[in-house]
């Protein structure tokens, strides 16, 4: 990995794909479980990205989890309602809270988290990094100390533009950090930086790392 960018293997649908919608679910999982172990082979992380459009099946995620295990890479997941319980083994687990109350079926009490670490596992991941829109971030790890179960990573965000892409930029941040081989904390704490950075800008935007890192120095009083 030395001398070289992170590379990540993504498997999600966009928006702008929705007329092949059908033609994929005809085709069914079969081909992407197919292709998956091969396209891992050259990846650095897995992104499993759902948008509710029915290609992220049981099936295809097993097999797409299961191949990134056996490589060791992390697998990032940025879930929605459907097969919400289905990404046993992941690394990461991102949900948003209405996203996680809704599966739940249940009030989330991030202020009082006692009950957040069985949370982590009935998803199966190793940890759930939930956010929390302007209240910032809470991460959660698997068997973690019962002194501090949570680290809740406060929001960095100097001015909010416009929230659109800000979750798609923490999945981003994440998978890159954890590819470039940063802890789960570490890979949440730019995460959430870049995020700060994205919703002072319109629309789905991109954010470089010179931006992470100005926002990080300003953050810091360094700036």
């Known amino acids: 990995m030395a001398g070289s960018a ?34 891992l082979a050259t990846a650095d992380a897995l992104v499993l990205e759902d948008y509710n459009k029915g290609v992220l099946v049981p ?24 097969n919400f319980f289905a990404y046993t083994g992941a690394t990461v687990f991102k949900p948003n809270r209405r996203e996680l109350e809704a599966a739940l079926g249940a009030a989330v009490d991030v202020d009082h988290p ?11 991941a190793e940890a759930l990094l939930l956010t929390l829109s302007e209240r910032g971030m809470a991460l959660i790890e698997r068997g973690a100390a019962s002194g501090a179960p949570v680290h809740r990573i406060p929001t960095t965000a ?8 800000a979750g798609d930029t923490v999945t981003a941040y994440l998978a890159a950090m954890l590819a470039a081989g940063a802890s789960r904390l ?9 995020a700060g950075v994205e919703v002072g800008k319109s629309g789905a935007a991109t954010v470089s790392p010179a931006e992470v890192l100005e926002a990080y120095d300003h953050h810091h009083g360094r700036a």
């Open 6 to 39: 992170p590379r990540v293997g993504v498997l999600a649908l966009q928006g702008a794909f929705r007329e092949h919608v059908a033609l994929l679910r005809r085709l069914g999982a079969d081909a992407f479980e197919v292709r998956s172990p091969a396209e």
């Open 59 to 82: 099936a295809l995620i097993t097999a797409a989890v299961a191949a990134a295990r056996a490589r060791k890479i992390p697998v990032i997941v940025d879930p929605k309602y459907r």
């Open 114 to 124: 006692a009950s957040l670490p069985a949370v982590v596992e009935r998803v199966g």
């Open 158 to 165: 100097r001015e909010v533009y416009d929230v659109v892409g």
């Open 186 to 194: 570490e890979a949440a704490v730019v995460a959430n930086f870049a």
